[in-house]
């Protein structure tokens, strides 16, 4: 069932888009919100549960200190007040996935409010570069729920005969950061809308508080948007499209409403004030829930959490601790990392100047971390549509193969594999070259076995070697690469084979 | 009829009223329950919305019985629960997560 | 020490002789499981027996003993656990249907601090659903009978609790109290009960009616023995965010301290707006008596008015619905509990229909009315303004504290009524806790302890309790003035006045 849409272009001509992004972030913590269970991704379910999380009878909840600091941190690196006094409230609301039936939410006194994020946006038809102001309404605190799975053909809630839950992700820490209405972008909206969450999304990584997936749902995004014709003095109605998990999914989640509601307004519909969902396949979204049959959440201050009074020195230390602002910060990388401009440039567009700057803070060379994140992982990531960094491989690892390159026991190729492993979710590096026995042929004892055997079987290409052809050594290096499955140094064999024949190798330096 | 206590006239609710807050309450509540609730609530309502007519100028609003503040535990992992004790009580189990019930609206 | 010698003396004797070599715990507890299957079948003040458990504990303190490892200072005393209190594997009902057959998977922190000191937990008390109630008859399994008079209500909601200590089926009780429900049950049973400051006990493993006012406190036949009990289960718990960082001794020497000295250079305040026409003539009669004899024991008695007192009802009835419509949410059907309906119905039908048959009607009419409190519209007038009200009650008593040391008025308004009076008639319930409401809402400790008996007539001699208010975090100051009474009364009296109630021995009355 497809809406009527209006062409883009024609949209501008006639209406006004005002946008409001609603994005919440899982932090990082070792352990959850309000009690001592692990946050790990992927774990079996319900395995990373206790009482708290369950929402058992009896069982209280008590803030993590870290992840009071990291939405602070938020806070303070979004230009926001952080609160002389802010409260916890119980949002209250039935649904399976919260165990509670309410959730840890903050209402009328959030930690962080009235800031601001500077969001570099690329005009395409002018090609300048300029900023955008992007106001922030508030941050604040706020516990996940437990993850939902619909049995039924589809895997659809509709469908559904029945669903299962698990509650690993009930009680993850979130943080849940709302724009002001962002106004005045024009045909830009899309891409608007777009940058912002590129730019949140780097600047939470730079703060390490959250690893910022969106396929993983740590960062999830709800978009608003609305149109007003040309000139109006009120905004117009707004949908909410909910879960929008990708960058590019942001862009033309935003580009659709607009085009969708533009052909209502022009048939002279109101637009239902509702949320929808994005469908990734087709790019359209489709009505959920109309406010309407909104809920009456009945606030109130969580009487099981005493107030948090951030002690103004701890904020002022956070303030000293945070890193630059990102374009600061990109002037003073690409100084410790020696790119030429040009590659710096690359860098940026590529979005992967977080991604190499965690590679090196994980131990590689900065080339060596560029190498792979501009070479083979974006070409991955171009092949599946997503941006590098949702790529389902942490910078961590991809210094580790780095650094295994850099000593040796793997070659390019067998790198290669390595990542194509790593993102098959094979498991971290070091158990992918296990599995799939990667490891470069070590030693010269085991090579020099194959390149004798190899040197063995080909008696006339010795000869041709010793008289001085020496390309005809591809035969030789050939035949131990598929000796030893591609698991070979061409290199090293190269100078095996020259050595074994006390050849001088005129190629080598 | 508005007082300043803004409770509007007598505090009474209708039937309608008890009908909105079984539905939120998730309560499935009989007719003769709703009869039997609109007139006790109405009567406690009546007793309780004395408290709009106090003189509160100037009065912060106590949540709390004691006057701590800053109460945080360390970011440290502790033992999760057996996942055979988690699911021993639950009416329905599958596949070591919670089986529950057809949901026939999403989340708000 | 013959059988019915144990189950008579104080737990303070049997904790001596037990640590003694004296008597063993196992003799203490099987003397008490015979008074249990002898007499609770009148009095119904247990839910759930754990003989087993019992033996068991009972038998390592014995070995402990044996083994020449120090004692707990309650150890091999035997203990009964109000049913809101979770204990690992053992049925916690709250005295509803929702939760029949639930076993939870951890301990309360009151349990753990129980198990430290080798208390004996005999098995779970009868109480008011959730808490809910002022004469234990909202217990959905039964009612408890009061031992002064078996037509009559022990008061509630810790009804069995008191019940259980009435009738020597127990010397030590855990109740808790979140409008009353220690104190008031405590006056009606002619025993001593004990709120302590909130935030003195944690509540960690005490299922929640209202967050913020609910607190564990001890119930003996004796005030040292009340004070001994609080000594072990008050202290800080990290698993409590609104847990007082501090430790409590000094309760018992404070009690012994009362005895010895008495009271001069105390300053008493009797609480105008708790005496009155509106109040039972009887009860005022015994406890004008008890306030003289605090001044003959050296206390300057004057008269304190606390005048938003007179509005803790209102105030009260609409904070303590409001947090339990969100506490109670949780029971649901989804993970524990009781279910009804299956996978044909919806959720919110399944949701709405285990609520429907599992809580009875007053906790039913409290989810409303605190769903009503809370609900968009209603918020200010009424919860908000219930919270400024309960901001007046607390500054009252900061100002009488200023000048007094303690307060002091009848706990309850009227003696133990019969069994069925005011079931029907939620107000006229309500009302038999107008004199502990306002304490519980200031978080301050207060106790009752016993004082007589109204004179025999058309109803029989019936127990009447003074209740003693102290300022927060005093709570030794409640216990010297519960002290000196104590010790007054054994002068006058030869004994406790629980020693002229029934015996019930035999099966009958």
Redesign the interface.
């Known amino acids: 069932m497809t809406e009527p849409v209006v062409d883009y272009a024609e949209v501008l001509t006639r209406y006004e888009p005002v946008l409001g992004l609603e994005v919440h972030v899982e932090l990082a913590?070792?352990?959850k919100m309000f009690?001592?269970?692990?946050t790990e991704f992927g774990a079996?379910?319900?395995?990373?549960?206790?009482?708290v999380c369950?929402g058992l009878p009896g069982a209280l909840p008590?803030?993590?200190?870290?992840?009071?600091a990291s939405i602070v941190r938020i806070g303070l690196a979004l230009n926001c007040t952080i609160a002389a006094d802010s409260?916890f409230a119980r949002k209250n609301?039935?649904?399976?996935?919260?165990p509670k039936d309410f959730q840890i939410s903050q209402y009328d006194e959030p930690l962080c409010t009235d800031g601001w994020l500077d969001v570099p946006v690329v005009d395409p038809e002018s090609q300048t570069d300029g900023v955008i102001r992007v106001g922030i309404e508030r941050v604040h605190m706020e516990e996940d729920?437990g993850k939902?799975?619909?049995?039924g053909s589809t895997g659809r809630?509709?469908d559904?005969?029945?669903?299962?839950?698990?509650?690993n992700r009930s009680g993850i820490p979130l943080v849940e950061i709302v724009t002001r209405p962002i106004t005045a972008t024009g045909a830009l909206a899309p891409q608007v809308a777009r940058a912002y969450v590129t730019q949140l999304r780097d600047l939470l990584r730079a703060l390490a508080v959250s690893d910022v997936r969106m396929e993983q749902g740590s960062l999830r995004c709800d978009v608003n948007v609305s149109l007003a014709p040309i000139g109006a003095t009120a905004w117009g109605t707004r949908t909410e499209t909910k879960n929008v998990n990708s960058l590019r999914s942001v862009e033309r989640a935003v580009r659709y409403e607009m085009s969708r509601q533009a052909a209502r307004l022009d048939a002279g519909q109101s637009i239902v004030q509702e949320?929808r969902h994005f469908h990734e396949a087709d790019g359209t979204t489709s009505a959920?829930?109309s406010k309407e049959?909104?809920?009456?959440?009945?606030y109130?201050?969580e009487?099981d959490?005493?107030?948090?009074?951030?002690?103004p020195a701890w904020v002022a230390r956070l303030r000293e601790d945070l890193p630059a602002a990102p374009h600061l910060r990109r002037e003073q990388l690409h100084a410790e990392w020696g790119f030429t401009a040009a590659e710096m440039r690359d860098v940026v567009n590529a979005g992967a100047v977080e991604l190499i700057a965690a590679t090196v803070a994980a131990g590689t060379t900065p080339a060596g971390a560029r190498k792979w994140w501009l070479g083979e992982l974006a070409r991955r990531a171009t092949q599946l549509g997503v941006s590098a960094a949702d790529l389902p491989i942490t910078p961590a690892a991809v210094a580790r193969i780095e650094q295994l390159v850099d000593a040796g026991t793997l070659t390019d190729t067998l790198a290669r594999q390595v990542i194509e492993g790593v993102l098959a979710g094979e498991g971290e590096p070091d158990a992918v070259i296990a599995a799939r026995d990667l490891q470069v042929v070590g030693g010269d004892g085991e090579l020099g076995v194959a390149v004798d055997a190899a040197l063995a079987a080909e008696p006339e290409v010795v000869e041709r070697i010793r008289a001085g052809k020496h390309a005809a050594v591809g035969v030789i290096v050939g035949a131990v690469m598929k000796q030893t499955r591609g698991r070979a140094d061409a290199a090293r064999v190269r100078a095996l084979v020259f050595e074994r024949l006390g050849v001088v190798d005129e190629a080598a330096g | 009829m508005v007082d300043d206590?803004?409770?509007q006239g007598e505090a009474t609710?209708s039937e309608q009223?008890?009908r909105h807050?079984?539905?939120?309450?998730?309560?499935?509540?009989t007719d003769d329950?709703v009869a039997h609730?609109t007139g006790?609530?109405g009567?406690?309502?009546h007793?309780?919305?004395?408290?709009?007519r106090?003189d509160?100028t100037g009065?912060?609003?106590?949540?709390?019985?004691?006057a701590?503040?800053?109460?945080?535990?360390?970011?440290?992992?502790?033992?999760?629960?057996p996942?055979a004790?988690?699911?021993?009580?639950?009416?329905?189990a599958?596949?070591?997560?919670?089986?529950?019930?057809?949901?026939?609206?999403?989340?708000? | 020490m013959s059988p019915q010698a144990i189950t008579r003396a104080e737990a303070l004797t049997l904790a001596a002789q037990i640590a003694a070599g004296e008597l063993s715990a196992r003799e203490v507890t099987e003397a008490h499981l015979a008074r249990i299957a002898e007499v609770d079948p009148l009095v119904g003040a247990f839910l759930h027996v754990d003989a087993d458990g019992a033996r068991a504990q009972a038998d390592a303190v014995d070995a402990q003993r044996a083994a020449g490892e120090p004692l707990g200072p309650l150890a091999g005393v035997p203990l009964a656990l109000k049913d809101v209190l979770v204990q690992r594997g053992i049925p916690t009902t709250c005295g509803s249907r929702i939760l029949e057959?639930?076993?939870p998977?951890?301990d309360a922190t009151v349990v753990t601090r129980l198990r430290a000191a080798g208390v004996v937990i005999l098995g779970k008390a009868n109480c008011d659903e959730f808490a809910m109630g002022s004469s234990t008859e909202n217990s959905a399994y039964h009612p408890t009978r009061n031992p002064w008079a078996l037509d009559r209500v022990p008061g509630g909601s810790s009804g069995g609790s008191a019940a259980a200590v009435a009738a020597h089926l127990a010397p030590l009780a855990i109740g808790t109290d979140t409008g009353g429900s220690i104190r008031q049950p405590a006056a009606l049973t002619g025993i001593v009960g004990a709120k302590p400051t909130?935030?003195g006990v944690s509540r960690y493993g005490l299922v929640a009616f209202a967050s913020?006012?609910d607190q564990a406190g001890p119930m003996a036949r004796t005030v040292a023995d009340t004070a001994a009990l609080h000594e072990v289960i008050a202290g800080h718990d990290?698993r409590d965010?609104?847990s007082?960082p501090q430790q409590w001794p000094g309760l018992r020497a404070a009690a012994e301290a009362g005895a010895a000295e008495g009271l001069t250079g105390m300053r008493i305040g009797v609480i105008a707006e708790h005496d009155g026409p509106g109040w039972d003539a009887q009860v005022r009669a015994v406890t004008a008596d008890a306030i003289d004899r605090l001044q003959h024991l050296g206390a300057e008695v004057v008269t304190v008015s606390v005048p938003?007192v007179v509005?803790a009802?209102?105030?009260y009835?609409?904070i303590a619905p409001s947090e339990a419509?969100s506490n109670l949410?949780r029971f649901?059907?989804?993970?524990?509990?009781?279910?009804v309906?299956?996978?044909?119905?919806?959720?919110?039908?399944?949701?709405?229909?285990t609520?429907?048959a599992g809580?009875g009607p007053e906790v039913?009419?409290r989810?409303?009315?605190g769903?009503?409190a809370l609900?968009t519209g209603y918020y200010?007038?009424?919860y908000?303004?219930?919270?400024?009200?309960?901001?007046?009650i607390?500054d009252d008593f900061a100002a009488a504290f200023t000048h007094c040391d303690a307060l002091v008025g009848p706990t309850s308004p009227l003696p133990a009524f019969p069994l069925g009076e005011r079931i029907d008639d939620?107000?006229a319930m309500?009302l038999a806790d107008l004199a502990t409401l306002p304490a519980s809402?200031?978080?301050l400790p207060a106790m009752s302890v016993p004082i007589g008996l109204t004179p025999a007539g058309a109803a029989p001699a019936l127990p009447v309790g003074l209740q003693i208010i102290a300022a927060a975090t005093a709570d030794a100051t409640m216990y010297r003035v519960a002290g000196a009474l104590a010790a007054d009364q054994q002068q006058q009296w030869g004994g406790l006045l629980l020693d002229r109630a029934p015996s019930l021995s035999g099966g009958r009355p």
């Open positions: 913590t070792a352990s009690c001592g269970c692990a079996a379910p319900n395995t990373q549960t206790c009482p369950l008590v803030s993590n200190d870290t992840a009071l409260r609301y039935f649904y399976p996935d919260m729920t939902l799975t619909h049995a809630i509709h559904a005969g029945y669903s299962l839950v698990d509650y949320t959920g829930r049959q909104a809920e009456d959440y009945r109130f201050p009487p959490l005493v107030p948090i009074q951030p002690d | 206590s803004g409770i609710i009223e008890v807050l079984a539905h939120l309450a998730r309560l499935a509540l329950e609730f006790q609530l009567a406690i309502l007793a309780v919305s004395e408290v709009a106090v509160r009065v912060t609003p106590m949540s709390h019985a004691v701590l503040a800053n109460v945080t535990r360390p970011d440290l992992v502790t033992a999760s629960l996942v004790e988690v699911l021993a009580a639950a009416p329905a599958e596949d070591d997560r919670f089986r529950v019930p057809r949901i026939l609206g999403e989340a708000p | 057959g639930w076993r998977p951890y909130y935030g913020s006012l990290p965010a609104t007082i938003h509005h009802l209102a105030a009835y609409l419509s949410a649901d059907g989804m993970r524990y509990g009781l279910r309906g299956g996978d044909d119905d919806s959720v919110a039908a399944v949701m709405s229909a609520r429907a809580f039913k009419r989810i409303m009315l769903t009503f609900s200010e007038a009424y908000r303004s219930a919270q400024q009200v309960r901001r007046l607390a939620p107000l309500y809402l200031a978080g």
